[in-house]
Nanobody
Framework: QVQLVESGGGLVQAGGSLGLSCTAS????????MGWYRQAPGKQRELVAD???????NYADSVKGRFTISRDNAKNTVYLQMNGLKPEDTAVYYC????????????????WGQGTQVTVSS
C-alpha cells in the first residue's frame, strides 16, 4: 500500500506565496510521475503541474510563470511553490503519483493524496 500525504496549504492574500509538499510512503520501488491537481467548488479536477522521473515538467497555462514544481526523488517528495497567487487559484490541491511497487511492475498504479485547501483572498 502507498500513501501520499500533503502539507502546506492555507490562507493567503492575493499576490502572496505558498508552498506545498507531498511525500509518498509505503511499498514503493519507484515513482514515475508525480504531480499536483486542484479542484475548485463546482468545477472539475484539473492538472496544475506534474514532473516525470527524468525531470520533464508540465504546467497548466493558468499557472505558468507563477508556480514551480520540483522533486526530491530520494525522499519520494514533490513540491509546488506558488507565487503571485490569485483568488482563482483557490481550490483543494491534490497530490498524485504513478508508483511501481516492485521491480517487475509493468503498469504503475496511480495514487491520490487526501488534498489540502488553498484559499486566496482578494
Amino acid at each position: 500500500q502507498v500513501q501520499l500525504v500533503e502539507s502546506g496549504g492555507g490562507l493567503v492574500q492575493a499576490g502572496g506565496s505558498l508552498g506545498l509538499s507531498c511525500t509518498a510512503s509505503g511499498s514503493i520501488y519507484s515513482i514515475n510521475r508525480m504531480g499536483w491537481y486542484r479542484q475548485a467548488p463546482g468545477k472539475q479536477r484539473e492538472l496544475v503541474a506534474d514532473s516525470a522521473s527524468g525531470g520533464t515538467t508540465n504546467y497548466a497555462d493558468s499557472v505558468k510563470g507563477r508556480f514551480t514544481i520540483s522533486r526530491d526523488n530520494a525522499k519520494n517528495t514533490v513540491y509546488l511553490q506558488m507565487n503571485g497567487l490569485k483568488p482563482e487559484d483557490t481550490a483543494v490541491y491534490y497530490c498524485n503519483a504513478d508508483v511501481k511497487v516492485t521491480r517487475t511492475t509493468v503498469i504503475p498504479r496511480n495514487y491520490w493524496g487526501q488534498g489540502t485547501q488553498v484559499t486566496v483572498s482578494s
